[in-house]
């Protein structure tokens, strides 16, 4: 009996078969299906294996376009993503039960996917995934990431979706994000994961040339009425026959739509010594990171003031490259666990602007403004806002106030004498990365946001955003649908004592 075609094709058989032989090897039956090709069949039950991202192609980077009709980007991908991450909330078991639902669903649809996963979520989830899956070791994540995934989904609250910008915080370029609010508050979260199916097609489907029947929600709606109104032509979205081979699609009809995008901004902060020298490579890159781990590779990006070494023998210099870190949230130094307040001198644009004494000093993002900062009564700003922060935390002075200052300005914040020799705690996005003294300085800017001819914007963190559910016929108001959204549902925006709807609301 010959066992590769016959087996294949006679599953009873095949079930005697594997009766008898206890371990059969893995084997694959070649089948020409109509119109259809080649196309393989295993014989023996898939593998729930973990293997290594660097197998996978390198990522597929997004163009984000700009329109007259909203001040929000277009995502337009040139061809379908391929190398999606998923980063489900962390101790919460229920949240990976719908993290391997949600894998098996676009797996099963959407061919060509490749599942990405943490090293430590990947050991918990691959037993219910009946498919490969892929991981990085936590000491080379940032840089496979960086170089390899297309798209991040995240599914837990706000905290998620910090972790998953932390990945990328030594790069320019961030994957866009997709959000699905599943935990404690969710201001950042954009979709109920109720509507993962529409969220993740839409997504995924942004600004190809296929049309989607089975969309027919307000959201499709409205970004059909600005596609066509768009600048965006069917030359500038790259036709890839994958798109056809997505099930439930109809038949072409030209660019159709696109998902919107709220690029936020993010802080670029250096850490030097108190010889002027930058110390970023000494911290600890992300959450994935561990002790002993290796730096991973870096951006090649240069700081006013760059370090010039000597390379060769003829004594010709160049500008070594700066490890930055970017925080979307908010870069603080605060007076830890010593009892006496914290004395920091404060510095804009080279002038010195005042000596704080605090529990500790905010620098935010518009992001971050209701986070951190709004707790230490900082303003909030919306993320539209070209601009940063600067929030004391719990001031001895009350006429020191929070400060809304440009994104492009350069603030310092440098340890004065008057500490008595401490070394005060500095934390990126929440976390403790370094202990500065006396002597050391803390450099802070906004992110520059680059307009490039090949890929439209760089720099930021591109969040997909949920357009609203109201249908608007101008397709303008959805840009602020969600933020407004937070203010009043999560923050209780001037909600009156006594649980009562503030006025004018009904």
Known sequence: ????????????????????????????????????????????????????????????????????????LSLIWPQPPRNVLLMPKLHAPHVIVSAAEFAKHIYSNYPGLNIVFESHVAKTIHDQLPFPIYTAAPGEATSHFAKKIDLVTTMGGDGTILRAASLFSMHHQVPP???FSMGTLGFLGEWRFQEYKRAWRECYMSGCSVSVEDLVGPHTQVAARQAANDNTTEEDALQSPAWDAVRGNGQCMGLSRSSKILLRHRLRVGIYDAEGRNINEQLIPTSTAEPGDPIPEIDEITYPKPISVPTGTGGITKKAPIPYLHAINEVSIDRGAHPHLAIIDIYVNNHFLTEAVADGILISTPTGSTAYSLSAGGSIVH??????????????SLSFRPLVLPLNTKVVLKLSKRNRGRELPVSIDGKRRVAVSIGMEVRVEGERLEKTAEHGWRGGVPCVIRSSSKGDTDGIAEDDDS????????????????????????
């Open 1 to 72: 009996m010959s066992r590769p075609l016959f087996l294949a094709r006679n599953r009873h058989v095949h079930s005697i078969a594997t009766t008898m032989v206890p371990k059969p090897p893995r084997m694959t039956a070649l089948f020409r299906l109509p119109g259809r090709g080649v196309r393989h069949f295993s014989v023996s039950a898939a593998r729930r294996e973990i293997r290594d991202i660097a197998a996978l192609p390198d990522r597929i980077i997004p163009h984000y376009q700009q329109t007259k009709q909203s001040s929000l």
């Open 177 to 179: 994000i997709l959000s």
């Open 383 to 396: 993320p539209l806002v070209k601009s940063l922060l600067i929030t004391p935390i719990s001031p001895r």
């Open 483 to 506: 933020w407004v959204g937070g203010l009043n549902g999560l923050l209780k925006f001037n909600y009156p004592f006594g649980g009562g709807e503030p006025e004018g609301q009904h």
